[in-house]
């Protein structure tokens, strides 16, 4: 089932969650492990996170390219399969322009279609560190919108190529949204009308980046709905579980610690931090759901254990 439909279908506010693979050579029995914990509060979906390896490109003297890999993921599209398989729930795998050709991104899509996994969250992706070397026969998306009309392409069954008995696909395509805008858009009105682009070339529904304040949430619905974007918007929220994230959360994700939660966090003993964090995303939760957001999605780093605290104590409420 599509994420749209989950969402329409849906009577009261739904709860996802995101995890990131393991690195190659780590255990993909830890993702499943997690997965066991958050399939006990029936979650209508589950985003996997996509990473592009990180490699090095040596030019030979022959012109040609040598590819030296220092770090890779496992297969997003293959962990996918194996949790919807497993466990029967819905999965959304990332798919990402760095590190990727459109001729790769096409055959990822063709892949999926045949495993029956038809949500995908389209993203640019991370820096990657070098601009990879793209053969002459080879295109690329240069920014999550390209990325998106490529998909909506091939759901009007435009490939590529042309290829033989070629169906059009049925991909439900979510976007990502930034509260306290991206970090390189000028502003967040300039943020939001390229959201909107994003929108009208044929994404479903958007997750946004975590906060910790709801009000630049709401306020960027708010702008959202007064811009002419009319898809669910489903705020995503990350538990503070330490000191170090107080610093590490902003810089990397370019988002706003409020006073009060860091001010607390820094005063509390490091054994304290977690139950703190989990008290702050469970009020945000709170106000969230009475505001009626559709969904709330938990992005999870290592382990669910604080996310999970804060279902449970939900639940009790409900």
């Known amino acids: ?38 399939i006990a509060f029936e979650p209508p979906f589950i985003d996997m996170t996509s990473h592009s390896a990180q490699v090095q490109y040596e030019e030979r003297p022959d012109g040609t390219w040598r590819r030296i890999v220092k770090r890779k993921r496992p297969g997003t599209l293959g962990l996918c399969a194996a949790i919807r398989g497993r466990f029967g729930v819905e999965t959304v795998p990332h798919l990402l322009c760095r590190g990727f050709t459109r001729e790769e991104t096409e055959d990822a899509l063709i892949e999926l279609n045949y495993l029956g996994i038809h949500n995908v969250m ?36 435009h490939y590529l190529e042309e290829l033989i008995d070629a169906a059009p696909t049925d991909f439900c395509v979510g976007v990502a949204g930034y509260p306290e805008k991206h970090f390189e858009a000028p502003n ?23 906060f910790y304040d709801n009000r630049h949430f709401f306020r960027f619905v708010d702008l959202c709905r007064e811009a002419g974007i009319t898809v669910p918007i489903i705020p995503g929220l990350k538990v503070l579980t330490s000191k170090r994230q107080l610093r590490a959360l902003p810089s990397r994700f370019h ?56 279902v449970e104590a939900l639940r009790k409420m409900a």
């Not at 967040?188 to 975590?210: P, R, S």
């Not at 939760?285 to 969904?295: K, Y």
């Open 1 to 38: 089932m599509k994420v749209i439909e989950l969402l329409d279908r849906a009577t009261e506010t739904l709860i996802s969650y995101e995890i990131i693979p393991p690195k190659r050579g780590g255990s993909v029995g830890e993702i499943m492990e997690i997965v066991e914990e958050l």
């Open 122 to 157: 389209a993203l640019r992706g991370d820096d990657i560190g070098f601009d990879k070397p793209i053969p002459r026969n080879r295109s690329r998306n240069e920014h999550a919108i390209d990325l998106v009309r490529q998909i909506a392409e091939m759901n009007r069954g």
């Open 188 to 210: 967040l009105k300039w943020d939001i009308l390229n959201l909107k682009k994003k929108v009208d070339a044929g994404a479903h529904y958007v997750t946004t980046q975590m």
């Open 255 to 310: 988002v706003e610690v409020p006073e009060e939660l860091a001010a607390e966090i820094e005063a509390a003993p490091d054994a304290e931090a977690p139950k703190i964090g989990a008290a702050w995303a469970l009020r945000q939760c709170e106000e969230l759901m009475d505001a009626g957001a559709p969904c709330i999605h938990f992005y999870i780093m290592q382990t669910a254990r604080h996310v999970k605290g804060v």
